[in-house]
């Protein structure tokens, strides 16, 4: 186990660390907010992958049509919880057209692009519209309206959403995977290493967007806004922000951060459709290390994770989901008795 | 359920009193979902051009999808077998799913007739027929290559799944036999992102040959991570990877790599004098013309295989007894061992009571990857 | 000693004097139905399903043990019915031993390891436990899949059927009756296990363990010991799916599996023993259903069925929440508790301390926040028969002080001694095993238990019988013992004919009452209220005033946090005044009512 081994091992298991770190992040992004444990995050990144890739073949992704009908899904529910509410038809209508209409206008773009075989970055930018168009919609169909539920059931529903986006995926997208082309295709050697220039943009990526959220959350009022909803959902209300608001804008940008992964891991391996489950797992022991609520921390574990399963796959390459999933309960258990402890939900 | 059970009753006594077609019933477990769903949904797409009638009988299909899980498998083929008591069953695509059928399908004694390269305990198989070759025909068939071309050491990277354990146990009985010695065996599971660690252990051996055990779109990661290191020697992979989804996921790293095959896949290629020929080139016709150019794959193979042996034992069956008696299965499984030497798209199929195998160690086919498409190495 | 005169009961249910027909002979239905389906001419295959549901719903009645009941969410059930199977397949196929024995082995094996990850993990609490529960499962089935000896992920193949003498038990309606025998005697098992003192307890857990430690129940302990017995069932699960199946490999073993005995476990209505084996049932034949409708609507493909699965998990979880059977149980009439217990014998007292004596001694506490001081040296003592009052502002500190005194939180320094022994830095368990009895600010109670049950909770330490013996049924002597005891403390603060309400069901002044008769089921010397009067109306809180001196005169000695000064000046005798966590004054009622320093600090100086 010489040097340049080890290095290449441990730039490795850093490039995969990024792509856990940004879907730890979303996890941690996604809880901090709404107490959901979103497990789904990985299907996001499948999706945006094999979007683009069956953009890349001249075809329109089957996502498009998806995102159709679950935005009309949305909408009807929007239409008949408005018009319970508030009594009348126009704002029950006007709501449903706001949920409906954005997903329809990106639908509408794909459909035509689809065929007419575009530049890459083009296609990429759709890809980047239409998984982020999911997130909101994704809330509303399946928990807005369980937003003062425990935890357990949240997390619960977050399985059921797994299992429906998987078979989607598998029927949309069929059951072989695809790889796609890279954003920057070239090598450059440091020493023993072989950089290549998707590498660099998935670490450039990750750091970006990590720091941007930091930013968002801590200095910006609309971060703050949605701390509060996690903190104290009524007390927020109280203060004029919308719960629903938060939690489709949370969900919006956790989809933003998966098509974005899915954009950056398409080029370095075959993704199937059901690829997001096992990364969206790591991504979240990463979250789990970081105590759901630290961006610092699960940019710190998920290249923990990513280092610890590259340097496991060298050392005894059957047993190193064993070695990821196993380290989880120390952390874990470190993790618990720091935070004292807090009676439960009931 | 009562009412499709009061229904089912009057279908039967209609039926009873005297109607035209008697039924074959065929139940069909294929992984269509999980992650051998690569080889199942060509076979079913296979299954599904099928004609209406097989030697003068009704086909009725009962197509349930086993999930590549062993457990949902062996509940299917319970289904099948008492509920639709079907006349043959044929599956699954995935070889830990298909053995543990087996049991099942030998206590209702009903055939079966497997798509994959599933092998038993000896003595356990009086009702298992395999479609496939076998892995050590394949081996042998990717073995002799190797020794032409002088390669002394092999590094083994493949799936941790009964693919994967059945591949390197054939590669180290038949490279003993020629003097191949396997210097490194690294394993990766089908859902992996990467294998920079396993390859960088092969690598470092500096073995004359690396041998890459995966299927579908699954071989692609594997095989640009080989090269991606910079690998010099020679890149092998498995029949399950000769399609064109190999070239589609790796890109310009496939080039140059041998990939042994059944002759199916390459049909136009073969010389007039191959016995399959003909049968593989009808079946390319047919499977294209219905799903596409360049959608033929090994398992696609397997399903037309199903329906040309069918139709060569069926009617030797009829002539004992009917669709949906046990006499009749009993009659199946015995036309399948006496019917003799039939030619099918993979090759030529010889099933006898002792070797339910049935292929001649001359039917791999060694492929090479050239300019992105199969060529057949001489 | 005479009873109060009790308070009117805001809506007492008229209560029917023998136990409705249908509860009582309901269940021995559901028992004849079960045990006379395999006689019945149905097809074989729907035998075959009855036994997977059965052997599914182990596992799930686990489940309701511990998740349902003990608020404990465990995706991990599958990976213990895998170490059952794993043990049973690998040691009848390599060694030959019987399916008999390994059953044994696996239970052993089984719960050890579950004791051990147990003990570990069950001190996380909030949302880590379920995680670690996905995290071990995730890695106990990567193990399962990795390791040679048990056959990698194609498993082990060839495990035998289960046989007697010989006699093989086949798939079919013989090995029925095993399942099912299994299924019942664990339904009966955890029946028994929930009406009983441990049942108490585990059902105590799940509102969070501050009120059960105070009445002394060890919650640790009852936490590892309704997971291991979860994992016993999983286990025995595991060992009858192996000889049904005939084959072992890690699918059925993973997160999906167990994922789905939770959802089971929720849809079926995780707090009911009976909703196991709804859930187990219903999923199954949905699964099974979808299978074959959806290829005959929709065409064959097979990921419909994830779809639907995963869209009717969302809509349950969104639309019936508590279950299916919680559906049907709220529409039975209501479970009657059989009153057997009139001639049992007393539970041994404790022995009260001489009239005057000092009964506790609190020595310059302090409690510190980081640089907030909480509770600022503060002193005082209890004499055997007195009614100390404390009162203050609010913030002064003094539910901080109740709470140092009886060891839910830890003192940064001083000393408190109860009848001379120390017992600063005690856990309130150990503080409640001495005779210190508590109420709470916020009533803390288990509110589908009855009245009578949450009050026999405070007798908990006064009793031995422990979980094996309530499964048994050999705890019925002490359980009458207790249940006595509950019934007199009940009938002392004048709560006689509300024995069996649902404690959700009371008003506010009789659920500070149910604390109270809590508190008194452990025979306790020191007797703490914490606000007792808060929201009570001014009859409630005579009646509570004339309990409480009813109480001193047999010669307990208590220590009253209250905000309601009618209340205090009339009962205390001696009253501690706060402020600011610092001991303003102290006097009799009188001294307090004149002093101008706690004038000062109620309602502020004059100018």
Partial sequence: ?346 | MKFTKIALAAAFTLAALGSAHAELTIGVVQPLTGPASGLGIPVKNGIMIWPKTIAGETVKLVVLDDATDPTTGVKDAQRLVTEDKVDVVVGSSATPVAIPMADVTAEAGTPQLATSPAGLPPGKDKWFFRLPQSNDVMAFAMVKHMKAQGVKTVGFLGYTDAYGELWLKALTAEGEKNGIKIVGTERFARADTSVTGQVLKLTSANPDAILIVASGSGAGMPQKAVMERGYKGKVYQTHAAATQDLMRTAGKDAEGTFVVSGPATVAEQLPDSHPSKKMAVAFVTNYEKAYGPGSRNQFAGHSADVLTVLEKAVPLALKKAKPGTPEFRSALRDAFETMGRTVISHGVLEWTPQNHWGYTNETGVMLKVVNGAFKVEQ | MDAVQPVAPSSPAAVPERPSALRRWGPLALVALIVALPLLPLPNFWILQLNYIGIYALPVLGLVLLTGVGGLTSFGQAAFVGIGAYTTAYLTVNLGLSPWLTLFIGLTLTGVSAAIIGAITLRMSGHYLPLATIAWALSLYYLMGNLDALGKYDGILGVKGLSVFGFELGQQRVFYVVVWAFVLLGALALLRLLDSRSGRAIRALAGGSQMAEAMGVNTLRHKVGIFVLAALLASVSGWLFAHFQRTVNPSPFGIRMGIEYLFMAVLGGAAHVWGAVAGAGIVKLLEDQLQVLLPKLIGTSGSYELIVFGILIVLVLKYLPDGVWSFIDRRLPRRQRVVDWHGAAHLPARSKPAAGQVVLEVQAIRKTFGGLVAVNDISFRIRAGQIVGLIGPNGAGKSTTFNLITGVLGMTSGAVQFRGEAIGGLSSRRIAERGVSRTFQHVKMVPDMTVLENVALGGHLRGRKGAIAAMLRIDRTEERQLLREAERQLQRVGMGDLLHEQAGNLAMGQQRLLEIARALCADPALLLLDEPAAGLRHKEKQALADVLRSLTAEGMSILLVEHDMGLVMDICDHIVVMEFGTHLMEGTPAEVQQSPKVRAAYLGTEH
């Fill in chain 1, 1 to 346: 186990m010489d040097l340049s081994i080890t290095s290449i091992l441990t730039l490795d298991g850093l490039t995969n660390g990024a792509i856990y770190a940004l879907l730890g992040v979303g996890i941690v992004l996604v809880f901090t907010v709404t107490r959901v444990i979103f497990i789904p995050q990985g299907e996001f990144v499948a999706y945006g992958a094999l979007t683009l890739a069956i953009f890349q073949t001249g075809k329109v992704p089957g996502t498009v049509w998806l995102l159709l009908i679950l935005a009309a899904v949305a909408a009807l529910m929007e239409l008949v919880t408005t018009w319970r509410h508030r009594g009348s038809a126009l704002p029950a209508v006007m709501a449903a057209l706001r949920t409906f209409v954005p997903a329809a206008v990106v639908c509408a773009v794909s459909a035509w692009a689809g065929p007419r075989n575009l530049a890459l970055p083009i296609q990429a930018l759709l890809t980047v519209c239409i998984v982020t168009a999911f997130g909101p919609l994704v809330y509303r169909v399946a928990y807005q309206s369980l937003a003062g539920a425990s935890s357990l059931v949240l997390l619960i529903v977050s399985v059921g959403v797994h299992f429906a986006m998987t078979g989607l995926g598998l029927l949309f997208f069929g059951a072989e995977g695809f790889r796609n082309p890279p954003f920057w295709d070239t090598r450059f050697a440091l020493g023993p290493l072989a950089l290549s220039g998707q590498t660099l943009i998935i670490f450039a990526a990750s750091a970006a967007l990590i720091v941007l959220l930091w930013l968002f959350f801590e200095r910006s009022l609309y971060g703050k806004a949605l701390r509060a909803t996690a903190v104290n959902r009524l007390g927020a209300r109280l203060m004029g922000i919308s719960t629903h608001a938060a939690g489709q804008l949370t969900f919006a940008m956790a989809a933003l951060i998966g098509a974005l992964s899915g954009l950056l891991i398409g080029p370095t391996t075959t993704v199937f459709y059901d690829s997001g489950f096992l990364i969206g797992l790591k991504g979240f022991v990463a979250g789990v290390i970081a105590g759901l609520s630290s961006y610092p921390g699960a940019l710190l574990g998920a290249l923990a994770v990513g280092v610890i399963e590259s340097f496991g796959s060298f050392w005894a390459s059957a047993f190193k989901e064993v070695i990821v999933f196993t380290i989880v309960l120390p952390v874990l258990l470190w993790r618990s008795l720091r935070s004292g402890h807090s009676n439960e939900e009931h």
